[in-house]
């Protein structure tokens, strides 16, 4: 039997692609973050009452410094996921 030249597995799994535990609880630390970040400025906010940018600088920095870094791992993680499962989970 002749192999097919065009492949389409891949594709076709991606369609009905799952979101492993593990993917799901890298996500849920992404949006505590958020809620963190939010949670804080909206403190900063009614406490000072005025503008937050020099009472918020270091800690917005920080933050977003560490969501990048977070990204990158839950990037990384879903990419590896999806190749080890030939695209039917992340």
């Not at 597995?9 to 849920?28: F, P």
């Not at 410094?65 to 990158?72: H, N, R, V």
């Amino acid at each position: 039997m002749e192999k097919d030249l065009i492949k389409n597995d891949n594709a076709a799994n991606i369609g009905n692609v799952r979101i492993s535990d593990e993917t799901k609880a890298l996500l849920l630390c992404r949006a505590r973050l958020g809620d963190i970040y939010n949670t804080v400025g909206n403190v900063v906010e009614k406490t000072y009452r005025c503008d937050i940018e020099d009472e918020f600088k270091g800690f917005e920095n920080a933050f977003w410094a560490f969501d990048c870094k977070l990204m990158e791992i839950i990037s990384s993680y879903i990419d590896r996921k999806l190749i080890d499962n030939n695209f039917k989970m992340m």
